[in-house]
């Protein structure tokens, strides 16, 4: 199984909103700053978030996003189905169309699979992640890398 790209910035995203959450809203240029991910790829992130209910957007002055709930309600896989992306481990994307348009030997398998990363995934929340004592030190870490003016960047963007 591989999360492709989209589901992992979308949960970096979605935690580094938690991060700040008592901060006010996030731009996304200050996350795209702090987290190495493109804006325009956030932007189309974001989209899907806002319209799944995880995020709200904030305008004008001050402005930029904020989590909808708090990030002890959200978990990784809320935020992964969201967008769109599916936990399915097997070839045939769940059709049941592996070998030759029938069900292989071991879909049954793979698609226990998922399920199992689904409920693990499921089981964790964005705040309980940020709480893992590994995660606070990259945390940390990228607090004290971040300039003044990262903070100070034009927060009209919503």
């Not at 935690?15 to 996030?26: K, V």
Request: a negative charge.
């Amino acid at each position: 199984m591989r999360l492709s790209t989209k589901g992992r910035y979308a949960v970096t995203a979605m935690l580094d909103l938690a991060i700040h959450h008592r901060d006010g809203a996030t731009t996304l240029a200050e996350i795209s700053a702090s987290q190495g991910i493109s804006l325009s790829y956030l932007e189309q992130l974001f989209a899907r978030l806002r319209k799944n209910g995880l995020v709200e957007g904030i305008r004008g002055p001050g402005g930029g996003y904020r989590l909808s709930r708090p990030p002890e309600e959200i978990s990784v896989a809320d935020v992964i189905d969201a967008i769109g992306e599916g936990i399915d481990v097997t070839l045939c994307a769940g059709s049941e169309d592996c070998q030759d348009g029938e069900r292989c030997l071991t879909h049954e398998l793979w698609q226990q699979l998922g399920c199992k990363i689904h409920e693990f995934l499921n089981s964790v929340t964005l705040a309980g992640f940020l709480e893992r004592k590994q995660v606070s030190v990259i945390i940390e870490r990228q607090l004290n890398r971040m300039t003044p003016d990262v903070r100070a960047l034009d927060r009209t963007v919503a």
